[in-house]
């Protein structure tokens, strides 16, 4: 049983602007409550001329704001970037408007280049060996005000906010298990430790208040189109992303261009091959084939899909289209049924 959900990084298009990036995130949410989406998650990047979410949790206000049932949550906050105290009021003050909506995934990475990293971080401990310690941090200010405690988050102190560990290695998946947390993989974009890490979690898993049972949720890149020409065509503009961003020049969503893949070196291609390993390109029953796959490989839980699309209508289609295969083929989706503590 795998539940279906939707990750949004607001692209910034070739031709667009930040604005329009963001309204059309809301229209997508809108969009995807109505198709059967369980969440719909932006994740925090900085200095990203192609990314509009950099504000996540202001986003994500934005769009809970514009939606009436779907969770709405941060895949992730990068917490070394932040005082763990500053996350849980602003995830306190989400789940005071947004009650029962509200999902907080965390992760360690910057979520930029090393030298915009140095601009975000001004706190007396930002080494990113300290994120352990800061996740129990962040669970404590979630829980009911002890007696004698002096620092406590309002809004937040004895709130229901689901905290997610995100990762793209064995380190997540292990804190995840050791504190009972819910694991999500960036399968989407580094997937090359998936299988070593979702074994690992699974294997060492804590029981705790939060979660019973181990739960994983995987992250994935869907284009779904008409016909595997059309959704080959569409994908073009994130290959080129993918390939702008390993040589430094990150830069707005491209236009797709035709035959783009064969046109690259045989080692470029391979680096794409690699990336997008984890990845369902094409028409519907060439999608529904790679997501049975897929789960099946993996025993995921829930999968949440992006879908870096330039055209805007172009990318709606691929989530409705997705969201139709999901409804056929995985009757959990269209429930939204998901495990204990992980936001459900």
């Known amino acids: 049983m795998t539940v279906f959900s939707v990750l949004d990084l607001s692209p910034i298009v070739e031709g667009g602007d930040a604005a329009q990036a963001l309204a059309n995130t809301l229209d997508l949410a809108q969009h995807a409550e109505r198709w059967g989406y369980r969440r719909f998650w932006l994740a925090e990047h900085h200095n990203m001329p192609g990314i509009a979410s950099a504000a996540t949790p202001v986003v994500i206000g934005h769009v809970a704001s514009g939606t009436r049932s779907i969770r709405v949550g941060a895949g992730g906050i990068m917490l070394p970037n932040h005082s763990p105290l500053v996350v849980a009021e602003q995830f306190g003050t989400l789940a005071t408007l947004f009650p029962g909506r509200i999902d907080l995934g965390v992760g360690r990475a910057p979520g930029t280049d090393p030298l915009t990293m140095r601009a975000l971080r001004r706190g007396l401990d930002d080494d990113v060996r300290a994120f352990p310690d800061n996740v129990v941090e962040l669970l404590r200010y979630f829980q009911p005000v002890a007696p004698g405690q002096r620092v406590r988050a309002v809004p937040g102190a004895g709130l229901d906010v689901p905290i997610w560990i995100l990762g793209s290695s064995t380190f997540g998946a292990e804190l995840a298990a050791a504190l009972g947390l819910p694991y999500a993989f960036a399968s989407h974009f580094a997937p090359a430790q998936l299988a070593s ?16 049972m181990p ?3 995987l992250g994935i890149n869907v284009v779904a189109a008409e016909t595997d020409e059309r959704a080959a065509f569409l994908l073009s503009s994130l290959e080129q992303a993918f390939l702008n961003l390993r040589r430094g020049l990150p830069g707005r969503l491209p236009l797709p261009v035709a035959g783009f893949a064969e046109q690259l070196a045989p080692m470029e291609r391979a680096g794409l091959d690699e990336v997008l390993s984890c990845a369902a390109i ?33 990318r709606l289609r691929s989530y409705e289209l997705t969201a139709e295969i999901a409804r056929r083929c995985f009757p959990s989706a269209a429930s939204g049924v998901a495990g204990a503590g992980a936001g459900a």
């Open 197 to 212: 890490a979702i074994d690992l979690y699974r294997r060492k898993f804590q029981p705790s208040a939060a979660l019973e």
């Open 215 to 217: 739960y994983v949720m």
């Open 282 to 314: 094409g028409s519907p029953s060439t999608v529904e084939q790679r997501l049975r796959r897929f789960i099946q490989q993996t025993g995921a839980d829930e999968l949440i899909v992006t879908a870096m699309i330039h055209d805007h209508s172009a």
